[in-house]
């Protein structure tokens, strides 16, 4: 294992979930090995062209990071597929969209988009890419969804909510981190992409809960 692969791994927490392996990785990804999957929710590329265009100070470079990290996790991990669990994109067409092209083009995986209440590109448009468009997958008894489901027989992996809790220090120190939230039937995955925002929910005494702390995942 060389030095940046060492990295990369060290910044991931293995999970077992239904007889099956995954990896909670810092970036907000999940890698699913018995699949060679990489699932990842809430990107929102384009989300920082939008805003700068109307005036907002996020800093250029954030465009690009997704991408890089990307880049980083597919050449790690090799995944057969990628799987995205919605709100791929923030909005409309903008010229991040050009930017997403040319990954497609270097990237060899295969790629699914569970529509999110974001996506609202035309389908066309990933179809010409070769990505692969549902509402929902099922495999394994586990149901992909964008939203949050509860059903009967299958464990919900998904996105949307941004999760987020809040960690008590010494003294009133408090401690806002975004996490993987994890129920009986159910993970909610982080938001992957930059300047998304994040929801913070409270876990009951039976919910699993692993905050991204730097370059870490930990369990709390």
Known sequence: MNGFSGVLFRMSYPLKLKGQNFQLHASGAVFWKEKSCLLISDVHLGKVT???KFGAALPRHAVHKNYLLLDRLV???????ICFLGDLFHSSLNKEWVL?????????SKITLITGNHDIIAPEKFESLGVEQFEELTTENFLLTHHPETRNGYYNLCGHIHPAVRLQGAGRQRLKLPCFFKTEDQMILPAFGEFTGSYTLKPSDKD????IAGEEVIKV
């Open 50 to 52: 939008h805003f700068r």
């Open 75 to 81: 050449s790690y991990y090799q995944p057969f597929e």
């Open 100 to 108: 997403f092209e040319n990954w497609m083009a270097r990237t060899p």
């Open 208 to 211: 699993e809960v692993y905050v």
